[in-house]
C-alpha cells in the first residue's frame, strides 16, 4: 500500500507537470515580448560536438541534455551523480558500499550497477573524448568545466560499445589568451572544507597557452560508527573501546586532492595541439551504508563470536517493520529502528562497529578490512587537430590512463555476515583518429578508427558465512573499431542521416583463488575453489551498429527528426564463481531504438521545449541472479546472465524558460515504462519471469528550477534559487516480484523520492567577488541511493542512505 501511493503521488506530480509545459508558452507570451527587444530574455546558445563537429544544441537530432559550468555552479552540482537530479531519464547514484567508489549509471533503464571489471558499463563516460571503461572511479568530481553533454539512448555509431544506454561527456575548459582565474572556497555541515581554482597562463604569445585547475576537498562522514558493547553494556560482544566516548568514526566521508593543467599550441592557424595531464589522490571514507534486513538463519538461537543468530526475519522501512523480530537487536542500528535496547536508534545516520572484522569467524586472529573507498588515478593524453582544408578537418586523441583504488564491503553491524577488502588496478592506452569533411556545404563525413586496450585486476580477502579466501583476477582486453557518420541536407529544410560503426572485442578473465594465510585453514584454499585457480575464461565477438534517420526544419527554431539506431554492451565471464560450474559466459546485451523528437524556441528564443519520445527493442538483457538452478543450486551464487527480451517505452520534455529579464525556470518531465517479451530458460529457473519490471525503470520522474537575479544597483546582484526533483520508487533487482504473494518485492526496491535544494548568491557589481549560502536536502528528507541485497549469500541487505539536510557557505574570486 505505501508503495502504491507513493507511485500514484509521483503520477499525479507529472502530470502536474504536463499542464505546466502545456499552459507555459501562451502565459508567457505578453512579458516575453516585452523583454525579449533587449535580448536579456533570450536563451543561450551552448554548442556541442555530439555528431564530431561543432553545433547548436538545437540543431543537432539526438536527445541531449547540455549543461554549461555556469548552470553547474549555479545549481550546486560538484559530482557526476548531482547531473541525474535535473535530466530526463537519466539516473545517476552513488554506488552502495560494496561496489566502491562508484556511480550506478542508468539511462532510459539501461546501464550497470555492478563494478566488477568483468561487466562492461552501459553508459558510455567521456572526459575531453577519452573513454572511461570501468564504474570504478566514476564519481567524478566537476571540477572546471566548460559543458557536460548527455546522449539519451543508444549511441553506438556516434560513441561505441558500451554506450548502450546513452554516453556522458564532459569537456573541461581549454586554456586561452583570456584572463580568467578563479578561486572558491567553501565551509559546511559536516566540517565541509573545499578548495577550488583555475586559471589561463599566456606562456607564449600567440603561440602556446595553459591552465592549470584543481581542487581540495575534506568532509566528515554522515554515518556515525559506533561501538556496540559500549551503547549496550548488557551485550556479550567484547568493547573494541575504553572510556565514555563510544564513536569510532564516521563512513561516507570525503577527502581528496586533484590538480589539472593543460597546454594549448597553436603553431599555426591550421593546427592546434592540446597536452592534458591529471592526477587524482583520494583518501575518502567508505560509503555510507547501514543495515537493513537479517534473514532467518539455519539454526536459529546459534551464536557466532559471541553474536546470537536471529531466529527469524526482520525489515525496517520508513517505520514500517516487515517480519517478525520486532524485537530484535540485530536490525535496531538500521536507520529506521525503534526499539529500547539502541540508545541512538532515533538517529537515521547511525551504524555500529563490526567486533567480526576484527575478530573473524574463521579463527584467523586481528584482521580488519579498511573503512575507505578510495581511489587514486593519473593520465595523460594529447589531441591534435588539423586543417587539411577549408573543409576537411583531421582529428588525433590519444590517451594513456591508470588508477588504483581500495574499498571495503560492510554495514558497519555487529551482525555483519560478509567481510570484503578489495584493491582494484586498471591502466588503458587509447588512440582515436578521425577526418571530418563538409562537401559542397551538402554533407557533413565523418570516418574514423579506434584502439583501445586495457588491463584490469582486482585482489579481495572474501569473508563469507562458509567460505574464506583471496582473489586476484585479471582481466586483459581489446577493442578495435572504424566508423563512419554522415549528413546529406539535399533540399535546405531536409538532412538524411546515416551511420554505421564496426567494432571487434576480446576479453580474458583469468581467475585467482587463494587461501588465507594464517586462518584456521592453514592457508589452503577452499576445496570447492581449488578448480578455479588458474582457470581462464575467454570472451571474444564482434558487431556492426548503425543509425538512419531523417531531419525536418519546419522553420527556423522548430526542428524535427525521426531516426533508428542501434547499440550494444559486450559479453563476458562470471566474475564470481564459487564452484568451477559457475564460471560461465555471457553474451553481449543490444538494443534497437525508435526515435522521434523536436526542438523548438518560441518568443525570440524567450522559451525553449524539447521533446523526445521512443520504443526500444532491448535484447538479451544482461541481469545478475542468486539463485543457480542451472549450477546445480550451488550456493552461494551470483551469476551473470542474458535474462530475455524486453520492450522500452517512454518520452522526455525539456523547458527552459527566460519570460523576463533575470529570471530563469528549466524544468524537465520523463516516463518510461519495461515489458519483459520473452524470458530465456536459464532466467526462468532462476526465478525471473515476464511479470518482473527491469532494473532501475523509474515509471516517473521530474524536476524544476527556478532563479532570479535581482539588481541592487552599484551594490551588485542578489539571486535567489529553488531546484525540487522527484523519482517514483524502482526495483533495484531482477527478480522484483515476490513469489509468495505475487506482488512488489519490498526487499530490493528504492523508494520514490522528492529533493528541494536551495541556493542564494551574492554578486558584486563587478562580478569579481560572489558569496554564496545554500541547504541540500530542504527538507531533511530521509531516502536511500542504493540497496546491496546479498540475500543469496549472506541471507542480508544493506542500504546506503543519503545525506540529511547541509548547508554551506562558499566564497568565490575572480581575476
Known sequence: MTFGKTRMRGTVSALAMVGAFALAAPALAQSADTESDAGSSKQDEIV??????????????????????????????TNLADLGSTAPNVTLRQASATYGPAVAAYIRGVGQRDTTFALEPGVGIYVDDVYLPTLHGSMLGLVDLERVEILRGPQGTLAGQNSIGGAIKLYSKKPSAETDGYLTATYGSYNRMELRGAANFTLDEDHLYARISGAAVKKDGYITRYDYRCTHPTSTIPSTVTGTDCKIGTD???????????????????????????????????????????????????TLTGVATPASAAYVLNGNVYGTSTGSPYVSYSPFGNYAQDTFSHSPYISYENYLE?????????????????????????????????????????????????????????FNATMIANKVYNHQFSQELRVTANINDVANLTVGGFYFDKESRNVSRVTLPTLNFIEDNSVPATTKAVFANVEITPVEALTILGGIRYTDQ????????????????????????????????????????????????????VMTYAQLSTGFKGGGINPRPFYPGQALEHGPETLTAYEVGLKSDFLDRAVRLNLAAFYNKYDDILVSVSSCPQTGNATPCALPLNAGKADVKGFEAELALRPVAGLSIDASLAYLDFKYTSISASAVSSGIGTEDEGMFI???????????EIDLGTAGTLTPRVDVSHDDSYSRNANNVDAGTGGVDIFGRIPGRTLANARLTYRTMDEDWEVAFEVRNLTNKLYYTDFFDNRGSTNSIQGSPGEPRTWAVSVKRKF
Open 48 to 77: 556541442v560536438t555530439a555528431q564530431f563537429r561543432d553545433q547548436r544544441l538545437q540543431d543537432v537530432p539526438v536527445a541531449i541534455t547540455a549543461v554549461t559550468g555556469e548552470m553547474l555552479e549555479q545549481r550546486g552540482q
Open 252 to 302: 561516507g566521508g570525503k577527502e581528496y586532492v586533484a590538480g589539472r593543467l593543460a597546454l594549448r599550441w597553436e603553431p599555426s592557424s591550421d593546427i592546434t595541439v592540446d597536452l592534458v595531464g591529471d592526477i587524482t589522490r583520494d583518501g575518502s571514507e567508505t560509503g555510507p551504508t547501514t543495515l537493513l534486513y537479517v534473514g532467518r538463519q539455519a539454526n536459529p538461537g546459534a
Open 506 to 557: 576480446t576479453k580474458t578473465f583469468i581467475y585467482g583463488r587463494f587461501g588465507v594465510p594464517g586462518s584456521s585453514s592453514g592457508g589452503v584454499v577452499p576445496p570447492s575453489l581449488a578448480p578455479l585457480n588458474g582457470l581462464e575464461g575467454d570472451y571474444s565477438g564482434d558487431r556492426f551498429d548503425y543509425r538512419v534517420g531523417l531531419q525536418y526544419r519546419i522553420t527556423d527554431d
Open 698 to 708: 523509474i515509471p516517473w520522474s521530474w524536476s524544476i528550477g527556478a532563479q532570479y
Open 358 to 414: 576484527t575478530n573473524p569467524r574463521d579463527g584467523s586472529g586481528a584482521w580488519q578490512a579498511p573503512q575507505d573507498g578510495l581511489i587514486n588515478t593519473w593520465g595523460v593524453s594529447g589531441t591534435i587537430t588539423a586543417n587539411l582544408s577549408d573543409n576537411v578537418v583531421l582529428t588525433s586523441i590519444t590517451a594513456y590512463r591508470k588508477f588504483d583504488g581500495s574499498y571495503s564491503s560492510g554495514d558497519g553491524s555487529p
